[in-house]
C-alpha cells in the first residue's frame, strides 16, 4: 500500500515538487495564481521554468512539449528538445520562462473554421498553471490553451477556463449574499465516468471497420447480448484485470485520481471513475485517461474501443458528467443536508438549475452531438435525445410547496429515517427510473448523462457553466435589489417552477410514451447533430456566450462549421470502408459461397434422388442478397462522389446523415442477413460473438 502512496503523482510536478524546489516567494506567487485563477506573473516564469526542467531531466525527460486539445477531439503534442548549442560544439539542457509561457504550434494544420486564413496561420499555445505539468513519455508535458494569434479560441480548454470564470464571478455574488464574505473563489468540480469495450487484439486487426472507423459497420448479433445481465459488476477477466490494474497505476504517476473499475451493462464493456476534480483538471485528467487506455490496451493483447457505438444490439457508452459547485472554504451548493427545505442556497441553486437547463436544452445537446453519439441518443435502440431533470420526489415536493405556497410536509423524511440516517435521502427514490434520466440529482451534485464516451468534457462543462452562470446572474440582480431576501428565495423559486415545471421528470426516460409527453410539454427533441447544431448560433446563445466573456459570435460561428465538417468526414470515411469491404470482400465471400452451393446441387443431380431444396433456396437468398449489395454499394459510391462536393458545411451534413447514412444502413442489413448463413470459417470477419466473448 505504501507504493500507492509513493507512486501517486510521481510523474507531476505538483504542490508538494513545487514547494520543494522553488524559492518560497516564487513558490508562494505561483500557488495564489493557481488558486485565484489569476494571470500568470511573468518575472517568476523563468525560475519555475528551470526548476520544471531540472525536474523532468531527473524524471527521464529529454523533451517537453505544449499539450493541448483543439477541436478535433485527440490532444496534440509537439516535441521540442531541451537541447541548446554551446560555443565549444556541446549542448546544454534549456528551457526558459518563456518557453514555458507560451508556444508557437503551425496552427494550420488544426481545424479553425474558417478563423485562419493560411497567411496568418500562426496561432499560439498558453501555459495553464493551475493544470500541473508532468512526465509522459520522456517528455515534460505543458498543459496549455490554443488560440489564434488574434486570440479566438482554437481549443477545448480556452472556452473552458472562461465558463469557469463566468460561473466563479456570479456564483459568488450568489455566495456573497448568503454573508460568506471569506469565500475567494467558487469552483466548478466535475467527475467523469468514462465507460469503454474492450477487444481482442487479433480479432480487432481483422475487421477494417474498427480499424478505420472504431464501430462495426455490419456484423449479426450473436445468440447472447446483454439480455442476460450477467456483465455488470461481474467478476473481472484476468487479462481484463491486469489491464485495470496497468491503467491505474500509470494514471496514479500522472495524479489521476482513477478510483473505481467495474465492468458494464454489455459484455466486454466497462468503465473507469475518478475521484472528481476543478473542471480543467477534470478535462485534462480524462484526455489522460483515454490514452492511457488506448496505450496499455495494446500491451495485454487487447484495444480499446472509446466509440459511442462499437457494436448495434448492445449498448454504447457513454460519459457520466457529475457537476457541482463549491467555493474555496468548502461549501457545496448543491449539498442538501438533513433538512433540504431550509437551505435556501441549496433550493435556489436548483432552481437555477432548473432554468438553466429548460432554457438551454439546445445547448447540451449540442454539447454532445457528434456522428458517433448520434447512434447513442434519438436512434433506433437508444433513449430519447430529449432533456430533462431528475429530481426526486422529495426534492421536487418541497419546490413544489414553495411555488405553491403550501405547508411542506416531511412526512417522508420520517418514513425514512429508520435507523439508516447515513444514505442519503435522495437515494430511495427508484433507481432504475433515476438511471435512465438524462439530467439527474444524485445528492450533491448533478450528473448529466448524454456524452459520448469519446468526447471530450469540456464542450459540456462549457455549456452547464455558462447556462448557469446566465442564470445565477439574473438570480444575483433580482436578490441584490430586494427589500426582502428570504421573500425574493421564495417567489424566484416558484417563478422557476412555474415557468419550467416542464423539465423535471422522475419517471422512465427510454419509454416511448415518454417521447410522446414530452412533444405535449413542448421539450426539445433534436435527434442528430444535424438537427441540434445550428441551433448554437440562434440570437439567445450568442447573445449569452458573448455577455460572459465565454464565445464570441465568430468563434462560435467556427465552431459549428468545425463540428459539422467532422461530422461529416467521419461519415465519410466509414462509407469508403463499407465500401471497400462489400466489394472486396463480403460480395466475393457470398459469390463463392454461392458457387459451392451450386456446385453441390449439380452433383446431387448427377446422382439423383436426392433432396435439393436446402441449396436451392441458400443460392436464391444469397444471391438475392449478393445482387441488393452490390447495387447499393454502387449506389453508396456514387452518392459519396457526388456529395462530397457539397460547399456548404450545414447542407453537406444533412445530406450525408440523409442519404449516406441510410444507404449504409440498407447495406449492412443485406450483409447481416447473409452472415448469418454463410459458413463460418468462409466469412472473412470475426463475428459479433466472437468479438464480444473472446476476452
Ligand atoms: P455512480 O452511482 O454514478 O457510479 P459514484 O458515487 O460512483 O456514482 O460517483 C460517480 C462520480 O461522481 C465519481 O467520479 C465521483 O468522484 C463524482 N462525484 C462525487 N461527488 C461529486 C461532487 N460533489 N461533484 C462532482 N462530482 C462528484
Ligand atoms: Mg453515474
Not at 521540442?80 to 496552427?107: C, H, R, Y
Amino acid at each position: 500500500m505504501d507504493k500507492v502512496i509513493e507512486i501517486f503523482g510521481s510523474n507531476v510536478f505538483g504542490d508538494a515538487v513545487m514547494k520543494e524546489r522553488l524559492p518560497e516567494d516564487t513558490y508562494n506567487n505561483l500557488k495564489s495564481t493557481i488558486k485565484e485563477g489569476k494571470g500568470i506573473d511573468s518575472s517568476i516564469a523563468d525560475t519555475v521554468a528551470n526548476a520544471m526542467k531540472e525536474w523532468a531531466i531527473e524524471k527521464g525527460a529529454t523533451h517537453y512539449t505544449h499539450w493541448f486539445q483543439p477541436l478535433t477531439g485527440i490532444t496534440a503534442e509537439k516535441h521540442d528538445s531541451f537541447i541548446s548549442p554551446t560555443d565549444d560544439g556541446g549542448v546544454i539542457m534549456e528551457f526558459s520562462g518563456k518557453e514555458l509561457i507560451k508556444g508557437e504550434p503551425d496552427a494550420s494544420s488544426f481545424p479553425s473554421g474558417g478563423l485562419r486564413t493560411t497567411f496568418e496561420a500562426r496561432g499560439y499555445t498558453a501555459w495553464d498553471p493551475s493544470s500541473y505539468a508532468f512526465v509522459k513519455d520522456e517528455t515534460l508535458c505543458i498543459p496549455t490553451a490554443f488560440c489564434s494569434y488574434t486570440g479566438e479560441a482554437l481549443d477545448q480548454k480556452t472556452p473552458l477556463l472562461r465558463s469557469m470564470e463566468a460561473i466563479n464571478k456570479q456564483a459568488l455574488r450568489i455566495i456573497k449574499l448568503f454573508g460568506y464574505d471569506d469565500v475567494k473563489r467558487v469552483n466548478v468540480e466535475v467527475g467523469p465516468e468514462q465507460e469503454y469495450f474492450l477487444v481482442d487484439k487479433a480479432l480487432y486487426d481483422k475487421r477494417p471497420d474498427l480499424i478505420y472507423c472504431g464501430r462495426t459497420l455490419i456484423g449479426s448479433m450473436p445468440p447472447k447480448g446483454q439480455e442476460m445481465d450477467d456483465h455488470y459488476f461481474g467478476v473481472l477477466k484476468s487479462r481484463v484485470a491486469a489491464f485495470m490494474r496497468e491503467v491505474d497505476v500509470e494514471l496514479w504517476k500522472l495524479g489521476v485520481l482513477a478510483k473505481t473499475e467495474h465492468n458494464e451493462a454489455a459484455p466486454a464493456q466497462h468503465e473507469l471513475a475518478p475521484i472528481f476534480a476543478t473542471t480543467n483538471i477534470a478535462a485534462d485528467h480524462n484526455q489522460l485517461t483515454m490514452e492511457m487506455m488506448k496505450k496499455i490496451a495494446q500491451k495485454h493483447g487487447l484495444v480499446c474501443l472509446l466509440h459511442e457505438k462499437p457494436y448495434d444490439g448492445v449498448n454504447g457508452s457513454g460519459k457520466h458528467n457529475n457537476w457541482s459547485l463549491s467555493t474555496d472554504t468548502g461549501i457545496n451548493f448543491l449539498k442538501a443536508g438533513k433538512e433540504p427545505d431550509k437551505n435556501p442556497l441549496f433550493l435556489l441553486t436548483l432552481a437555477a438549475v432548473i432554468r438553466a437547463v429548460d432554457l438551454h436544452q439546445d445547448l447540451l445537446r449540442i454539447s454532445v452531438a457528434t456522428a458517433g453519439n448520434d447512434h447513442r441518443l434519438g436512434a433506433n435502440e437508444a433513449p430519447p435525445a430529449i432533456l430533462s431533470i431528475f429530481l426526486g420526489e422529495e426534492l421536487e415536493g418541497i419546490l413544489e410547496s414553495i411555488a405553491r405556497g403550501t405547508h411542506y410536509d416531511n412526512l417522508a423524511r420520517v418514513k425514512m429515517n429508520m435507523g439508516a440516517d447515513i444514505i442519503p435521502k435522495i437515494r430511495k427514490d427508484n433507481t432504475d427510473r433515476n438511471r435512465t434520466s438524462p439530467f439527474a440529482f444524485t445528492g450533491n451534485k448533478f450528473e448529466f448523462r448524454m456524452l459520448g464516451s469519446a468526447s471530450s468534457i469540456s464542450d459540456t462543462n462549457v455549456m452547464l457553466n455558462t447556462m448557469v452562470a446566465d442564470v445565477f446572474s439574473e438570480f444575483a440582480d433580482r436578490l441584490e435589489n430586494a427589500d426582502n431576501f428570504d421573500a425574493e428565495i421564495n417567489s424566484i423559486i416558484k417563478d422557476t417552477m412555474n415557468t419550467h415545471r416542464r423539465i423535471i421528470f422522475n419517471g422512465d426516460g427510454y419509454s416511448h410514451e415518454w417521447e410522446q409527453e414530452a412533444e405535449r410539454r413542448g421539450l426539445l427533441n433534436l435527434r442528430s447533430t444535424v438537427d441540434a447544431l445550428p441551433l448554437l448560433k440562434s440570437e439567445k446563445n450568442i447573445k449569452m456566450f458573448e455577455k460572459h466573456g465565454v464565445f464570441s459570435a465568430t468563434e462560435i460561428n467556427s465552431r459549428v462549421d468545425i463540428i459539422l465538417e467532422n461530422y461529416t468526414k467521419i461519415i465519410h470515411i466509414e462509407a469508403l470502408t463499407l465500401i471497400e469491404m462489400m466489394n472486396r470482400e463480403v460480395v466475393p465471400t457470398i459469390s463463392a459461397y454461392t458457387n459451392r452451393l451450386c456446385e453441390s446441387l449439380l452433383n446431387k443431380n448427377k446422382i439423383g434422388g436426392m433432396n435439393c431444396d436446402v441449396e436451392r433456396e441458400l443460392i436464391f437468398r444469397l444471391s438475392a442478397a449478393e445482387k441488393e449489395i452490390y447495387n447499393l454499394t454502387g449506389e453508396l459510391k456514387m452518392s459519396v462522389a457526388t456529395l462530397e462536393k457539397t460547399v456548404d458545411a450545414l447542407e453537406k451534413a444533412r445530406l450525408y446523415h440523409d442519404t449516406v447514412l441510410r444507404l449504409m444502413e440498407d447495406i449492412r442489413k443485406y450483409a447481416d442477413s447473409a452472415e448469418s448463413v454463410v459458413p463460418t470459417n468462409i466469412w472473412p470477419y470475426p463475428s459479433y460473438g466472437e468479438l464480444l466473448f473472446n476476452i
